[in-house]
């Protein structure tokens, strides 16, 4: 098994049980689809890995734009409203690149990663209500 995370597979279903069995969870056991409760596809996100720690992930980042990037996957396909995208961060001069990552669904805003977990990226959900959805991640050499 491949040890870093380098980006995300889009993976979109027609219905919840579709939900790739290796697809990143709620920490807190809360659902799993990144469009729940806006209608659309089922969106859930797969963690593409490898060896080497040259290409791998140190953060993400949530772009949400009124246009499409025709090079990434909408991670709000069929919701209707902004296109959003989850965007890897790489830092060649960061020797910890991320080994984990899951979703955090919560009702309450927050800006820091829950305690073990060394990152976590805006609010996916920015904009359009509902929960507040995270990646949060945990990094290592």
Not at 15 to 21: I, L, Q, T
Not at 27 to 48: A, E, Q
């Amino acid at each position: 098994m491949s040890r870093y995370i380098y980006d995300f597979q889009v993976v979109y279903a027609e219905e919840a049980s579709k939900e790739p069995s290796n697809a990143i969870t709620d920490i807190n056991g809360g659902c799993d689809d990144i469009n729940h409760g806006f209608g659309g596809k089922y969106v859930f996100l797969v963690p593409m890995c490898t060896d080497d720690p040259s290409v791998a992930a140190t953060s993400f980042k949530i772009v949400i734009q009124s246009e499409r990037d025709y090079d990434r996957d909408d991670i709000a396909w069929g919701a209707g409203g902004d296109y959003r995208y989850v965007i890897p961060m790489q830092d060649p001069h960061n020797p910890d690149k991320v080994i984990e990552a899951k979703l955090l669904r919560s009702g309450a805003s927050t800006q820091y990663p829950p305690s073990g977990w060394d990152g976590i990226t805006s609010n996916i959900n920015e904009g359009r209500g509902g929960d507040y959805l995270y990646i949060i991640w945990r990094s290592g050499l």
